[in-house]
């Protein structure tokens, strides 16, 4: 999928985001998409093809997978901010990552710490 131009939405900024949080209105947004299905509970299928981005809300509370279903290797890149003290949270399973400039911790969701990974 390549997206080509620009397009100003006379509205204010918080009504194009919340507009393009809702995934019809965001579907029609994307030429070339080839699936996005809505599979039920929040959760959505989208066929990403060679060339194509996808980006997640941080701290939006739902977690996000990839799945390589062709028969060759995928390269994901992740961009992000490395920021000293960030809180990364597992939604589909118990558990979180506190960071700090001195270390990582894993956690479950009542705060108890998993056993140190061994060697």
């Known amino acids: 999928m390549k997206v080509d131009g620009s397009y100003t939405m006379d509205a204010p900024r918080e009504q194009v985001f919340e507009t393009l949080q809702r995934p019809e209105a965001l579907r029609s947004c994307l030429p070339g998409v080839e699936k996005f299905d809505e599979l039920g509970g929040g959760r959505y299928e989208v066929v990403l093809k060679a060339g194509d981005a996808a980006g997640w ?8 997978c990839l799945i390589n279903r062709s028969s060759r290797d995928v390269v994901y890149i ?3 901010t490395r920021i000293t003290n960030e809180t990364v949270v597992y939604s589909d399973i ?3 990552l506190e ?4 270390d990582g911790r894993y956690l479950k969701k009542t705060g108890e710490p998993y056993p140190p990974r061994k060697a």
């Open 57 to 64: 809300k941080a701290n939006a509370g739902n977690g996000h």
């Open 78 to 80: 992740e961009v992000g």
């Open 94 to 96: 118990d558990m979180r």
């Open 99 to 102: 960071r700090d400039k001195t």
